[in-house]
């Protein structure tokens, strides 16, 4: 089992070749834009789940786009990557994303109302 430092190591690293990969590999409907907000892997590193925010008009056709193209982005990541066991990663969209969106939208609201 990989160490709590080394695991964070790798979490960075594949969030940083993952968005490498989805800015220069993945063509997504309309005018979506991607990001991968953060990556959190299996305590034996063997899973990697991949949190994405998606701005745009159709959040379910990235995220079907994705998972559509996985095999691809993974193949990628494992040339990429010189670490072994390489995590089979898995996408998901990032719900604390929404929520800060969600508090934006509120703080944006009572300030315009002079509440705060």
């Given at each position: 089992?990989?160490?709590?430092?080394?695991?964070?190591?790798?979490?960075?690293?594949?969030?940083?070749?993952?968005?490498?990969?989805?800015?220069?590999?993945?063509?997504?409907?309309?005018r979506t834009i991607v990001t991968v907000t953060r990556v959190h892997?299996?305590?034996?590193?063997?899973?990697?789940?991949?949190?994405?925010?998606?701005?745009?008009?159709?959040?379910?056709?990235?995220?079907?786009?994705?998972?559509?193209?996985?095999?691809?982005?993974?193949?990628?990541?494992?040339?990429?990557?010189?670490?072994?066991?390489?995590?089979?990663?898995?996408?998901?969209?990032?719900?604390?994303?929404f929520n800060r969106e969600r508090v934006e939208?509120?703080?944006?609201?009572?300030?315009?109302?002079?509440?705060?």
């Open positions: 089992m990989p160490s709590e430092l080394r695991r964070e190591k790798i979490e960075n690293l594949l969030r940083e070749e993952l968005a490498k990969i989805l800015d220069r590999d993945i063509e997504f409907p309309g892997t299996s305590v034996d590193g063997h899973y990697a789940n991949a949190y994405v925010s998606i701005l745009g008009a159709d959040p379910a056709g990235a995220l079907a786009a994705l998972k559509k193209t996985i095999y691809h982005i993974q193949k990628s990541v494992n040339k990429k990557i010189r670490i072994r066991p390489v995590p089979r990663i898995a996408f998901k969209i990032d719900a604390e994303e939208k509120r703080i944006a609201v009572l300030k315009r109302k002079g509440e705060l």
